[in-house]
Structure formats: C-alpha cells, structure tokens
C-alpha cells in the first residue's frame, strides 16, 4: 500500500494563480483532512471531509475549497493564490473508527 | 478541545530514556491525549494515545496522572532517529459529533545527541 500520496510535492506559483493539490489514499478510509503547516508553527486545519461527496470547514478555511468526489482523493484548491499562502500543505486520512490519522509527505507551495 | 502546553525544546543523550512532559491542566473527563511526533519536514506520525490509565506500545510510554492534569511520553532508548518535534494534543472519543481533527500546537522539539 502506498499510504497517503500528495502531488505536487513542490510548486511556486504567482499572485492570482490557481492551483490544485492533490490527495490520494489507498486504504479505503472515510475521513481526509487538509492541513497547512507555516515555519515554527503546529499544522492548522484547513478543510475536512467525513466521507465521500461531503466536506466542512476547519480553523482556516478563507481562500481555499475542496472536493471530495471519490472516497480515496480529496482536492485542495487554490482559486487566485496569495503570498500568505505559501507554507507545507499536509494531507491525512483516517477510517471510520480508527484514531490514529495517516499523513502524507506534504506539498511545499511557495506564491511570489 | 482543551488546550495543553509544552516545553519548546528539550535534549537526550542517545541510549537514554527521553522524558517529554504536556500539561493540560483543562481536560476534561472524556477527552484523550495524544501524541504525534514530525521529523523534519515529513507528515506527522501517530505515536500512542490513553485516557486514564498509563499506555506503552513498540514506540513509547504514556504517563498520565491520577488527576489527568499533565502526562509525559517516554521513549525509553532514544537514538539519533527521534530527533523530531513531538505534539501532545488532547481530543474528544470519536463521536457523531467529533471528526477526529486534531488541534496542534507548536510541540516540543526533542534533540537526541550522541
């Protein structure tokens, strides 16, 4: 199993640019998370999905959407990015009565 | 979900035990600890979690006092390889009303030294 992929892994963009992140997982679970982390800082959550065709807004959602058409990939978007955008982007998926979430390896988004 | 504190970093000599406290002072009577560590630049991983009682899985220990005010993750043979930021976050049980998201602060960065 391939666990929690993120594509990109690195990507600059330019003010007003849009983007799109991509997150998969293999493991058939029905909750993904969209995280950012900034330098020094613990990661923030920014949208969460409970399962397929729903979503939800976590603490920082401004500037950001989501889709979670199919259960194993969950998109983050970026309609017109900012520089206060750039950061890691973390991606983490957990099975219904699991506690434990499974993180991927990150998208590093720099936006000049 | 109750927010905790934690020193912001600590060291460990390598072969030794490393000690990393959190205080959550406001927990409350259903709600869990947590910890996860990162090393550098990966995604988070889960490390062991408990409500009452102390835990220990392959990785660590989990120490939490009677009154659940404060607790401390123990690995108990740190080698070079710990070395990352470790986060104690405390959670409501999975419920209808909770997702599972997870609240984290700036944890403790734990330096292992040869």
């Known amino acids: 199993n391939a666990g929690v992929t993120q594509t990109p892994k690195f990507r600059v963009l330019k003010t007003g640019q849009s983007m799109t992140l991509l997150c998969a997982q293999d493991?058939?679970?029905?909750?993904m998370y969209w995280y950012r982390q900034d330098p020094g800082m613990g990661l923030r959550l920014i949208h969460y999905s409970v399962g397929e065709g729903t979503t939800a807004k976590g603490e920082v959602p401004d500037g950001y959407n989501v889709s979670r058409l199919k259960k194993q990939n969950f998109l983050l978007g970026l309609e017109s990015a900012a520089p206060s955008q750039t950061s890691v982007y973390f991606c983490a998926s957990r099975n219904g009565g699991g506690n434990e979430q499974f993180f991927g390896p990150g998208t590093r988004l720099t936006v000049l | 979900d109750a927010k905790t504190t934690q020193p912001t970093s600590m060291d460990c000599a390598e072969g030794r035990a490393a000690n990393l406290p959190c205080n959550h002072s406001t927990i409350s009577g259903n709600e869990y600890v947590y910890w996860y560590r990162q090393i550098h630049s990966q995604g988070p991983q889960y490390i062991i979690h408990g409500l009452k009682n102390n835990e220990t899985n392959e990785m660590a220990s989990l120490i939490i006092t009677e009154d659940r005010k404060s607790s401390t993750l123990i690995l108990p043979h740190a080698t070079l390889r710990d070395t990352a930021v470790y986060y104690c976050?405390?959670?409501?049980?999975?419920?209808?009303?909770?997702?599972?998201?997870?609240?984290f602060g700036q944890g403790t960065t734990l330096q292992v030294k040869p």
């Open positions: 493991m058939n679970h029905e909750y």
């Open positions: 976050i405390v959670r409501l049980p999975l419920g209808s009303s909770n997702t599972g998201k997870l609240i």
